[in-house]
């Protein structure tokens, strides 16, 4: 009997030591307890710096007390682990306090790679931090490191501060190759900063061979960027002289920043300068693809040019480029949008006839406008159509045609899709108020004769009263006149 109560309670002592001693592990994670060892020395750094207790002195404090032998390896094991799930100060912290102990032991190339974290992060603060440190440690900078510090400082409107960088490159040990050429051009070219790439390609002509291809592209798309129309032309011009042929890509770049000019000086140019862009790639042996003549229909559809979009859809069907859904979609808005609502419903039946299985956008688009067009009867064909296609993401339609129906006094369509969404088990983001006709104010909306019945001629518009109002201010203004000549007298 006394040999079972102390087996009992031995077994019971052994059980609260254990526990005791897992409690103590996952505590000292946060620096409360130090000295016990982690199960393995990764999960417990990531527990560390993922946790999100306390602020960043805390976590210093807890590393303080994590016992660890850091390597250069395991800090950059550390930070991809927690790239995803711990803030970037978190992760900077991290990585200061690494440094801080490791000093020279810690490697460039892993330095290198917490800086495009950050960059890709997009903490532009911790990514400059980092940067002057590597500069401080006289480090070396990676090429790929500069191409994303440079894009990053770009996007800020920083661009002469990436400039900077790239002039003091022997500062970060880093060589001004044609890698490091090209990845500034295309950097300040994203913004439209062509003609300060164009002088990094006048001082850097002898570093760029083999490069000239990237280098003409960036150029052309920066001053697509712009507007700039003459510059652009004056790209391609070059690309022939040095040999290098213009591919699809470079003319679409053009026709986009010609079609851009045409549409805010002259939009009854946007079809034919197209197409002499089309036939001048066609003398090249470059067929035009369903993106160019989106860019045009884009373009076209902008000013509600709807003849010129319809011709252009026509014209791509003879000449071989078969229309993708965009293409559809592009003339079937402006058709909707001008009110020819029957002949954009034949389009998208042409559409469907082809075979053609359009995105979410082309649905979730043409239903808003016809909603907006108080043409619900089509709005609701068009739903049919899109889940004929089974695609799926019916929600935000429901949303929209329910109140649309409730508003306009159709209860029983508005609860008969109200039903048919529950039974298809989709999430709808409308109250169901709306389907209640007590709660629910019917919109009816005023015909035109009904506005002719306004009193005042202040409120209404019709022409009898529009000439009144003239006569009457005719009069007054002579009476006016009268009583000055009188005064005068």
Known sequence: MGFLLRSKCCGF?????????????????YGTFPDYPTPTVLEGLCQVVSSTVGGLDDLELSLNRFRVSLSSPLVTQVVDSCKHGASTRRLLRFFLWSHKNLNSSLEDKDFN??????????????MEILVSDLKKDGRIMESQTF??????????????????????LDKFKCQQDGFIVTAIVNALCTKGHAKKAEGVVYHHKDKISGMESCIYRSLL??????GKVKEARKVIK?????????????????LRCLCEKNLTRNPSGLVPDAFNVMMEMRSYRIAPNSISYNILLSSLGRTRRVKESCRVLELMKNSGCSPDWVSYYLVVRVLYLTGRF??????VSQMIEQGLTPDHKFYYDLIGILCGAERVNFALELFQLMKRSSLG???????VLIPKLCRGGNFIKGRELWDEAVAMGVTLHCSGDWLDPSITEVFKPKRK??????????SSKSPLNVKKCAEKVKKELKKTMKKRKYTSK
Not at 113 to 126: C, F, G, L, P, S
Not at 147 to 168: C, M
Not at 342 to 347: D, E, P, V, Y
Not at 393 to 399: A, R
């Open 13 to 29: 002592l052994t059980e609260i030591m254990n526990a005791q001693k897992r409690k103590s592990i996952i505590v000292s994670l």
């Open 449 to 458: 004769g009904e506005e002719g019945n306004m009193a005042s001629c202040t």
């Open 147 to 168: 191409s994303l510090v440079a894009e990053a400082l770009v996007k800020l409107g920083r661009e002469d501060e990436a400039l900077g960088i790239f002039k003091n």
């Open 113 to 126: 790679h917490v800086i495009r974290v950050m960059a890709e992060k997009k903490d532009h603060t911790a």
């Open 342 to 347: 029957g002949k954009g419903n034949r389009i």
């Open 393 to 399: 993401g019916y929600g935000p339609v429901y949303d």
């Open 238 to 254: 070059e690309m022939k002289s040095a040999g290098i042929m213009p591919d699809l890509f470079c003319y679409n770049t053009f």
């Open 221 to 226: 798309h920066g001053w697509s960027v712009q």
